[in-house]
């Protein structure tokens, strides 16, 4: 069973650049396929990106050209680089894994997360 960790979160101006990790313990991470999930304030929680353990990520549009999601599985850890932010990329940032077949467009099929980092960008 992993357990993740996330951090990185903060605030800045749009425009700006944020860097998420998430650090993961426990076995065989590179078997899941992870991802980058957020929630702003009452909205629900939506997928920004996945990545499976060959490095084949996937982008939801709002992410695409701006976000890079990226993995390191000798380090068991996972990475969300945010460029060009925008007030709508505001709120709590999660990471999770799930089974390699899934992507960030099923986040029902992911059954571990972190407790979730803060992002907040200003106008």
């Known amino acids: 069973q992993l357990r993740l960790v996330e951090s990185g979160g903060g605030s800045v101006q749009a425009g700006g650049s944020l860097r998420l990790s998430c650090a993961a313990s426990?076995?065989?991470?590179?078997?899941?396929?992870v991802g980058w999930f957020r929630q702003a304030a009452g909205k629900e929680r939506e997928g920004v990106a996945s990545?499976?353990?060959?490095?084949?990520?996937d982008y939801a549009d709002s992410a695409k050209g701006r976000f890079v999601i990226s993995r390191d599985n000798a380090k068991n850890a996972l990475y969300l680089q945010m460029n060009s932010l925008k007030p709508e990329d505001t709120g709590m940032y999660f990471c999770?894994?799930?089974?390699?077949?899934?992507?960030?467009?099923?986040?029902?099929?992911?059954?571990?997360w972190g407790q979730g980092t803060q992002v907040t960008v200003s106008s």
């Open positions: 426990g076995d065989l991470f590179s078997s899941y396929t």
């Open positions: 990545i499976d353990g060959d490095s084949n990520a």
């Open positions: 999770a894994a799930g089974p390699f077949y899934t992507s960030y467009s099923a986040p029902s099929d992911f059954n571990t």
